[in-house]
Nanobody
């Protein structure tokens, strides 16, 4: 089993920045893909960004050029640097991990709230 714990959410004004962190523990040697999803009120959970162990990445079109995903393998942590935030980025952000290259994986964090004020 893998446990994921997110941190770094909060309230920020439009145009500001936040960095989310997600630390993995447990059977971490099996993890291949790690990433971030988000869910706004009344909407389905959607992909934000993922990174495979190979370092290949995928981003949602809505965040490309503004968000950057990175991983620190020594710390078993994945980050999401969010710049030029918009009110429509407001959502609960969930960390996700999986043992294969496909996503989403089968491990989820508890979520962290990001609120962007206009």
């Amino acid at each position: 089993q893998v446990q994921l714990v997110e941190s770094g959410g909060g309230l920020v004004q439009a145009g500001g920045s936040l960095r989310l962190s997600c630390s993995a523990s447990g059977t971490i040697f099996s993890i291949n893909v790690m990433g971030w999803y988000r869910q706004a009120p009344g909407k389905q959970r959607e992909l934000v960004a993922v990174m495979r162990r190979s370092s290949s990445t995928n981003y949602a079109d809505s965040v490309t050029g503004r968000f950057t995903i990175s991983r620190d393998y020594a710390k078993n942590t994945v980050y999401l640097q969010m710049n030029s935030l918009k009110p429509e980025d407001t959502a609960v952000y969930y960390c996700n991990a999986g043992d294969y290259t496909t996503y989403p994986g089968n491990y989820w964090g508890q979520g962290t709230q990001v609120t962007v004020s206009s």
